[in-house]
Structure formats: C-alpha cells, structure tokens
T-cell receptor, first 109, second 116 residues
C-alpha cells in the first residue's frame, strides 16, 4: 500500500469553478504535510504547507484531519493557469518526502 | 530568488556506462535530497545529505552513490546504467525546520537521463 493515496482524476472544470482534492496517508506518525503542483515534464513546485489548524493562501485552502489521516486542497475561482498535477506530499519521521501519485486538473475556458 | 541548479539538464548514455549528475542547492540550504521520477510515476526518494553526511537512504540502487561537498553541492554517481534508469532525476534542498518553517523542500529543474 502506498504511503499517500490520491484520486488521480482527471478533473476537468470550467474557469471560475471551485474544485477540491483529497488524499489520505497511512503513517500516523507523519509530521509535515504539503501540496505541490507539477506541470508536465517540470519539477514539483511547493504550493503550500498544510497546518493542523488549516490554512489559506489566496484562492487556495488546505485542511488537515489527523484523526482521519486526511488532507484536502480547495481551489476557488479556478484559472486556466491552475491546470497542472497536484501532488499530496507527506513527511514521516526522517527527511524524505512521500508523494501521492497526483491529481490532474484541467481548467477549461 | 535563487533556485536549485542541476546539471546537466539532459543526458543520454548507453547501457553499462556511468553518469554523474550535479546539484547546487539554494544558498544557505544545508540539506539536499535526490529523487527519481519515472514516466507517469511520482517522485521516489533516493538519498539525502545534511551537512555533508548521509542523513537518510531510500530506494537508491547499489550501483548509485552520492555525496555532498563542503560547498553543499551534491553529486549523484550512477554506474552500470540500465534501460530502467531512464527517468527524471530531481534534486531538492531545504534548510533545517525551525518555528513555522517545516523544512520545505524546493526542487531543481531536474536532469532527464535517457539510457539507450
């Protein structure tokens, strides 16, 4: 079983829509949580860290539920430039990151 | 802002050859990580270094080795290359977690290795 599970999508949404991604992680000792975005054939780019109390950065809101081992990302007012693969990432114990397989988002004009 | 630098960006090698990938972390970052991303796969952690010492080891084959130098740059050495080694190799760097910073990792643009 993978450390981090995500719905691979694809999600195809119109501009201006609100879209939510979810992921679950298996290691209850996981310490830090992140969302990265990755464009085709490019490097993963940090979108935001996820804090226990939930956090917001502009149109992006991240939530963490430690009891359910569940992380979410909400994107409001989707833009064409939001089209990418969104990676749920967990750091457990040591320094390395565990990546979900990513959820592919396409925002349609 | 300065980012992680990787070289070369593209590399083509034949089976059984060797390859060396280089990574220059963001200034003042003391930890580097290597990841391998195969086609259609998520990045897989290989190995990491903190202050020039190996800090964690993932799914790095015995044919590969890596080190971090006094200027914090790192090199990934790959020998006896196999077709299955064809992938994107990312280097990431971070500073030590402190206060609100979680030791977020910032990725370089990657080296695309093709083994023929």
């Amino acid at each position: 079983r993978k450390e981090v599970e995500q719905d691979p999508g694809p999600f195809n949404v119109p501009e201006g829509a609100t879209v939510a991604f979810n992921c679950t992680y298996s290691n209850s000792a996981s310490q830090s949580f992140f969302w990265y975005r990755q464009d085709c054939r490019k490097e993963p780019k940090l979108l935001m860290s996820v804090y226990s109390s939930g956090n917001e950065d502009g149109r992006f809101t991240a939530q963490l539920n430690r009891a359910s081992q569940y992380i979410s990302l909400l994107i409001r007012d989707s833009k064409l430039s939001d089209s990418a693969t969104y990676l749920c990432v967990v750091k457990a114990g040591a320094n390395n990151l565990f990546f979900g397989t990513g959820t592919r988002l396409t925002v349609i004009p | 802002a300065a980012g992680v630098i990787q070289s070369p960006r593209h590399l083509i090698k034949e089976k059984r050859e060797t390859a060396t990938l280089k990574c220059y972390p963001i200034p003042r970052h003391d930890t580097v990580y290597w990841y391998q991303q195969g086609p259609g796969q998520d990045p897989q952690f290989l190995i990491s270094f903190y202050e020039k010492m190996q800090s964690d080891k993932g799914s790095i084959p015995d044919r590969f080795s890596a080190q971090q130098f006094s200027d914090y740059h790192s090199e990934l050495n790959m020998s006896s290359l196999e077709l299955g080694d064809s992938a994107l190799y990312f280097c990431a760097s971070s500073s030590r977690p402190q206060r609100e910073k979680r030791g977020e990792q910032y990725f370089g643009p990657g080296t695309r290795l093709t083994v023929t």
